[in-house]
């Protein structure tokens, strides 16, 4: 079955650099979930989106934003990265609001 | 203030045992609870999810439960395996989209 699929899987940057990660939902699913999970930390919900709206926003630090196309992918556009930014960042996708969250792999920012 | 709280937080069992992981929760209103198996760099993988109205439900050697009325949870895993060996993360719904992530508990299966 097909799962969520995060590119690229890892990524490094440098400090005041941007970055964009993508998120691919399992398709059929509206719903689409960003979090921020560092070293030995438990995920942050950062922001959501459904049907290219978005639903809920968390901690998401004012340097970044986020969006959902069209095709239900979304991006997460980060700028002026700091190296408190280093982290995994999952993408999740459920159908509908209250259902059951499927998360990707991950991708793994390190900020040099 | 919505909270998970888990123990142990890390834990060490010989492969072909058996534990329990715990749960505790503040969150409310109250949707649902899931456990996530976790390995290291991975997205969580769900194990179970259970509502108000459930008080077990098994995933092959995961077993979980739920009291609604103490607001606890546990996962029982049966035979332990080398590749049980993970984070188990309990996580609870309280609605509109929402997860409240518990802390984690790290599970290391020895051989």
């Known amino acids: 079955a097909a799962g969520v699929i995060q590119s690229p899987r890892h990524l490094i940057k440098e400090k005041r650099e941007t970055a964009t990660l993508k998120c691919y939902p399992i398709p059929r699913h509206d719903t689409v979930y960003w979090y921020q999970q560092g070293p030995g930390q438990d995920p942050q919900f950062l922001i959501s989106f459904y049907e290219k709206m978005q639903s809920d926003k968390g901690s998401i630090p004012d340097r970044f934003s986020a969006q959902q196309f069209s095709d239900y992918h979304s991006e997460l556009n980060m700028s002026s990265l700091e190296l408190g930014d280093s982290a995994l960042y999952f993408c999740?996708?459920?159908?509908?609001?209250?259902?059951?969250?499927?998360f990707g792999p991950g991708t793994r920012l390190t900020v040099t | 203030k919505n909270q998970v709280e888990q123990s142990p937080q890390s834990l060490i069992i010989l492969e072909g045992k058996n534990c329990t992981l715990q749960?505790?929760?503040?969150?409310?209103?109250?949707?649902?609870l899931r456990w996530y198996k976790q390995d290291t760099g991975r997205g969580p993988v769900s194990l179970t999810i259970?509502?108000?109205?459930?008080n077990t439900k098994s995933n092959g050697r995961y077993t979980a439960t739920l009291d609604a009325d103490t607001k606890q949870s546990s996962l029982h895993i049966t035979a332990s395996q080398l590749s049980d060996s993970a984070s188990y993360i309990c996580?609870?719904?309280?609605?509109?989209?929402?997860?409240?992530f518990g802390t984690g508990t790290r599970l290391l299966v020895s051989p």
């Open positions: 996580v609870v719904s309280p609605g509109f989209q929402k997860l409240v």
């Open positions: 999740a996708s459920s159908l509908g609001g209250g259902n059951e969250q499927y």
């Open positions: 259970m509502t108000f109205s459930e």
């Open positions: 749960c505790n929760y503040t969150v409310s209103p109250f949707s649902n």
